[in-house]
Protein backbone atom coordinates (compact mmCIF):
# COMPACT_ATOMS: atom_id res chain seq x y z
CA UNK A 1 0.00 0.00 0.00
CA UNK A 2 1.01 3.78 -0.91
CA UNK A 3 3.10 5.14 2.53
CA UNK A 4 1.11 8.49 1.61
CA UNK A 5 -2.20 6.38 1.95
CA UNK A 6 -1.36 4.11 5.04
CA UNK A 7 -0.32 7.42 6.73
CA UNK A 8 -3.61 9.37 6.04
CA UNK A 9 -4.99 6.56 7.50
CA UNK A 10 -2.50 6.83 10.73
CA UNK A 11 -4.18 10.29 11.39
CA UNK A 12 -7.60 9.35 10.75
CA UNK A 13 -7.29 6.78 13.38
CA UNK A 14 -5.61 9.33 15.59
CA UNK A 15 -8.65 11.64 15.26
CA UNK A 16 -11.01 9.16 16.69
CA UNK A 17 -9.09 7.96 19.39
CA UNK A 18 -8.26 11.17 20.60
CA UNK A 19 -11.63 13.05 19.83
CA UNK A 20 -11.61 16.97 19.26
CA UNK A 21 -8.23 17.40 21.58
CA UNK A 22 -7.77 20.98 21.49
CA UNK A 23 -4.27 22.63 22.68
CA UNK A 24 -3.86 26.39 22.65
CA UNK A 25 -5.40 28.59 20.02
CA UNK A 26 -2.40 30.87 19.85
CA UNK A 27 0.49 28.24 19.16
CA UNK A 28 -1.72 26.50 15.92
CA UNK A 29 -2.11 29.91 14.27
CA UNK A 30 1.77 30.70 14.13
CA UNK A 31 1.63 29.07 10.66
CA UNK A 32 -0.36 32.53 9.49
CA UNK A 33 1.97 34.46 10.98
CA UNK A 34 4.46 35.47 7.66
CA UNK A 35 7.38 36.50 9.90
CA UNK A 36 7.33 32.82 11.59
CA UNK A 37 7.27 31.03 8.72
CA UNK A 38 9.94 33.03 6.63
CA UNK A 39 12.31 31.66 9.79
CA UNK A 40 11.77 28.41 9.39
CA UNK A 41 15.19 26.30 8.90
CA UNK A 42 15.17 23.26 7.24
CA UNK A 43 18.88 22.32 7.03
CA UNK A 44 18.00 20.63 10.64
CA UNK A 45 15.06 18.94 9.64
CA UNK A 46 11.73 19.39 10.54
CA UNK A 47 10.26 19.36 13.98
CA UNK A 48 6.74 18.88 15.21
CA UNK A 49 6.03 22.97 15.76
CA UNK A 50 7.62 23.09 12.17
CA UNK A 51 5.42 20.55 10.51
CA UNK A 52 2.50 22.62 11.99
CA UNK A 53 3.33 25.41 10.74
CA UNK A 54 4.44 24.30 7.49
CA UNK A 55 0.80 22.36 6.85
CA UNK A 56 -0.96 25.64 7.84
CA UNK A 57 0.92 27.68 5.01
CA UNK A 58 0.30 24.66 2.44
CA UNK A 59 -3.32 24.68 3.43
CA UNK A 60 -3.74 28.71 2.96
CA UNK A 61 -2.20 28.69 -0.35
CA UNK A 62 -4.34 25.54 -1.53
CA UNK A 63 -7.50 25.70 -3.44
CA UNK A 64 -8.72 24.13 -0.51
CA UNK A 65 -8.16 26.73 2.31
CA UNK A 66 -11.52 27.91 2.50
CA UNK A 67 -13.14 24.57 3.38
CA UNK A 68 -11.13 23.54 6.60
CA UNK A 69 -10.10 25.22 10.07
CA UNK A 70 -6.71 26.18 9.73
CA UNK A 71 -6.16 25.97 13.67
CA UNK A 72 -6.20 22.46 15.57
CA UNK A 73 -4.92 20.70 13.07
CA UNK A 74 -4.16 16.36 14.08
CA UNK A 75 -0.84 15.96 13.66
CA UNK A 76 1.15 12.49 13.68
CA UNK A 77 4.91 11.01 12.82
CA UNK A 78 5.18 7.65 10.80
CA UNK A 79 9.24 6.55 11.75
CA UNK A 80 8.85 4.40 8.95
CA UNK A 81 8.11 6.46 6.25
CA UNK A 82 10.00 9.51 7.88
CA UNK A 83 6.72 11.62 7.59
CA UNK A 84 5.00 14.39 9.73
CA UNK A 85 1.46 13.91 8.19
CA UNK A 86 -1.08 17.18 9.45
CA UNK A 87 -4.94 16.99 8.68
CA UNK A 88 -7.45 19.50 9.15
CA UNK A 89 -10.96 19.50 10.01
CA UNK A 90 -13.40 20.63 7.41
CA UNK A 91 -15.58 23.42 8.64
CA UNK A 92 -18.88 22.14 7.71
CA UNK A 93 -20.73 19.75 9.92
CA UNK A 94 -20.75 16.11 8.54
CA UNK A 95 -18.76 13.47 6.80
CA UNK A 96 -15.84 14.82 5.56
CA UNK A 97 -15.54 12.75 1.72
CA UNK A 98 -12.06 14.65 1.16
CA UNK A 99 -9.70 14.87 4.31
CA UNK A 100 -7.30 17.06 3.10
CA UNK A 101 -3.43 16.00 4.25
CA UNK A 102 -0.35 17.58 4.12
CA UNK A 103 2.28 15.30 4.03
CA UNK A 104 6.19 16.57 4.81
CA UNK A 105 9.45 15.11 4.65
CA UNK A 106 11.15 15.01 8.34
CA UNK A 107 15.14 15.71 6.72
CA UNK A 108 14.16 17.35 3.51
CA UNK A 109 11.31 19.49 4.53
CA UNK A 110 9.46 18.26 0.93
CA UNK A 111 5.70 18.15 0.95
CA UNK A 112 2.83 17.09 -0.46
CA UNK A 113 -0.56 17.35 0.13
CA UNK A 114 -3.92 16.23 -1.10
CA UNK A 115 -7.17 15.68 -1.17
CA UNK A 116 -7.99 11.84 -0.38
CA UNK A 117 -11.63 10.65 -0.94
CA UNK A 118 -13.20 7.29 -0.58
CA UNK A 119 -11.25 6.27 2.32
Known amino acids: MDKKLLMFIYLIGIFFLNGCT???ESF????IDRRVYENINLKDGVNYREAVILAQRTLLNSKYSNN???SNPIVGFDKESNL???SFRLKESGYDSCGYTVMIDRD???ISDGCFSGL
Open 22 to 24: SLS
Open 84 to 86: WGV
Open 28 to 31: YRTG
Open 108 to 110: TGK
Open 68 to 70: YFV
